[in-house]
């Protein structure tokens, strides 16, 4: 690896873990003080650390980890360095994204945005905390331009010939981001920042909510992506296999793209101000965004039963006897994979509109999104670390980081089986999320959710244990010994059929994205806007 390319990968994942440590600080004292263990000091409020969290996790972890991998198999894939102008640009990035966070970061400490990460309006932020978030936004959109470019550059000088999957997934997942942050980028320009500079004196609640929703599930998915691409790619070359099918794979990340974003309306099912047709339409195009999903397990089953027949297993099951279990590049995004399933399942609960009454805005949620990016993500992230580190830095991986490793995925997952677990069972008992301690009067109900909060906050511990091992295991692979780690790339199956042409029509495919973004929300929105405009007050100000 170029060292100037390795310097620009690490800087990314190390401030992701960086912001991973501060927002496990945040998770584990928010635990205990809902399970009734804890009273906050110096006036801190829980829903202060609350945005700390989910914002340090669910937005900074994430972004700077996904960038910097995407940076790494970029530059690994497309000749094995990046151009100047695409190493430039992810610099120009990260300095933009660094500085949004840390103003971020302040007005969060300072109380002066305590929105959470959904800052949804009415809740109302300081000006810099909503100038912060643009700074994020365009930083990271430096960074897309940055991998376009890289891969038109690569594209012109290789005619003819099919992009490395790698890279393919990475402009995918990166055009994807893009298109969906227009929606947040419009609300915060056009709507929340001049309402929080007093420019305006109301706001469009449900337009905003519906912008941060066309977003906010492709979010999910730009984190999803990623770990699919270790899933697809990295994962049957650590077990010595070969990928599936290089067509379907491609197949999946096109279907990702064209149903993640219109979408939205699945978050908001029970919100009034938008007509049941809009939401079935949406919630038809979310279950066509299960699809690659399914796609997607289909295609790991058939690696790992390609592979461990081709070693000799035999019987239904005896493939999972040939998986290298003492390998945390395996183990830990395995358990991933694993959990995606339970994940997955509460996710088409979610997405079921009458199993949304009663599910929604309860702990049942939590549980979800704990499961799907705090586990299967962020296991596959921790997978990818325990190599991408030595590799950028020319050292080896050790057995002992192997064992470390695997205990970190074990603690971890014992944690989350306790929070998660807790968070679901309490949510179906009527549980409400994003809920400071309280018993509401000692009403029976909220008495007898109380052990499921203790559970949650014991579960939290533990995972902040996993946080801390997780940074241990970090600071010993920074100072592992001088040698050479993999960067884990697989081949395809020959056998398997070869990625038509079309797949990289980006034209093509832009364009049918368009026509299901107007048909999903074009009328829908025109209505948002127009009943607000009839003078509806409490609708437009509250
Ligand atoms: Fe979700 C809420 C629906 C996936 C994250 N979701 C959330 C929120 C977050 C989130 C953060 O429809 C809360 C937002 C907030 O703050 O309000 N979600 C879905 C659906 C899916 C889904 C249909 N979600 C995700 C993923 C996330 C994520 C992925 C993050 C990374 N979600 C919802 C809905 C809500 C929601 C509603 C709103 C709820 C409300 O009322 O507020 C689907 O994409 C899931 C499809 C997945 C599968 C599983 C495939 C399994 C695979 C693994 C194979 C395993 C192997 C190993 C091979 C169908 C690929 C096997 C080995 C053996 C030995 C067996």
């Known amino acids: 690896f170029d060292r100037r390319d390795s310097a620009l990968v690490l800087a990314h994942i190390l401030f992701a873990f960086f912001a991973l440590f501060l927002g496990g600080i945040a998770g584990v004292m928010q635990g205990l003080v ?6 906050l000091p110096m006036g801190i409020g829980y829903y202060q650390l609350l945005t700390a969290h989910g914002v340090l996790m669910a937005l900074i972890f994430t972004t700077y980890f996904i960038i910097g991998f995407l940076y790494a198999g970029v530059a690994r ?6 151009l100047p102008i695409a190493r430039n640009l992810g610099w120009l990035g990260f300095g933009l994204m660094t500085l949004g966070t840390a103003i971020a970061t302040v007005e969060i400490l300072l109380n002066r945005a305590t929105v959470l990460y959904t800052f949804y309006a009415p809740l109302k932020a300081s000006p810099a905390f909503y100038i912060a978030l643009v ?4 930083g990271s959109w430096m960074s897309g331009f940055g991998i376009f470019i890289n891969y038109r550059y690569w594209k012109k000088t290789h005619r003819g010939e099919t992009t490395p999957i790698f890279t393919y997934m990475a402009v995918v997942t990166m055009l994807m981001w893009i298109i969906a942050t227009l929606g947040v980028a419009i609300e915060v320009l056009f709507q929340l920042i001049p309402w929080s500079l007093g420019w305006v004196d109301t706001v469009n609640v449900v337009l905003s909510r519906t ?9 999910v998915y730009f984190w999803l992506l990623p770990a699919y691409m270790c899933w697809y790619v990295v994962i049957p070359k650590v077990i010595g296999g070969k990928m599936f099918s290089d067509a379907l794979a491609r197949l999946s990340f096109i279907m990702f793209l064209l149903f993640s974003i219109p979408v939205g309306f699945h978050h908001q099912l029970m919100e009034p101000g938008i007509s049941n047709v809009w939401k079935f339409v949406q919630v038809v195009l979310t279950f066509m965004v299960v699809i690659p999903s399914l796609m997607t397990a289909f295609s790991l089953f058939a690696s790992f039963e390609m592979h461990g027949r081709s070693v000799g297993a035999k019987g239904l099951f005896g493939w999972l006897k040939k998986l290298p279990w003492k390998d945390v590049r395996f183990f830990a995004p395995f358990m991933g994979m694993l959990i995606f399933i339970p994940a997955g399942a509460g996710g ?3 997405a079921s509109h009458e199993l949304n009454a009663i599910v929604h805005n309860t702990l049942w949620v939590t549980g979800h999104f704990h499961l799907t990016v705090a ?3 962020a296991l596959t992230f921790f997978g990818i670390t325990y190599w991408l580190i030595p590799a950028m830095l020319g050292r080896e991986m050790t057995p002992l980081m192997h064992r470390m490793g695997i205990i970190q995925t074990i603690v971890w997952m014992v944690g989350m089986f306790f929070m998660s677990g807790a968070m679901h069972t309490v949510g179906l008992l009527g549980s409400p999320r994003r809920t400071a301690f ?5 009403s029976a109900d909220a008495v007898g959710w109380m052990p499921y909060h203790v559970a949650m906050a014991i579960g939290g511990t533990i995972l902040f244990i996993g946080v801390v091992m997780m940074i241990i295991n970090i600071v010993m692979l920074l100072s592992a010994p001088k040698g050479e780690t993999e960067f884990p790339i697989a081949e395809a199956n020959e056998a398997a059929e070869k990625a038509p042409a079309i797949f990289e029509r980006w034209g093509v495919w832009v364009g049918v994205l368009v026509v299901l973004i107007l048909v999903a929300y074009s009328v829908p929105v025109m209505d948002i806007i127009s009943n607000a405009s009839v003078g509806s007050k409490g609708f437009k100000t509250w």
Do not use: C, E, K
């Not at 809902?34 to 009273?39: D, F, H, I, T, Y």
């Not at 700074?135 to 365009?138: A, E, G, K, N, S």
């Not at 912008?211 to 979010?219: C, D, N, V």
């Open 375 to 377: 586990t299967s993500v």
């Open 34 to 39: 809902r399970g009734g263990m804890l009273a």
């Open 348 to 350: 088409l609960i979610n």
């Open 211 to 219: 912008l941060f929703w066309y977003f906010g599930h492709p979010l």
């Open 77 to 82: 894939t497309l000749g094995g360095r990046l």
């Open 135 to 138: 700074f994020v936004v365009v």
């Open 438 to 442: 309280t018993t509401y009067q000692d």
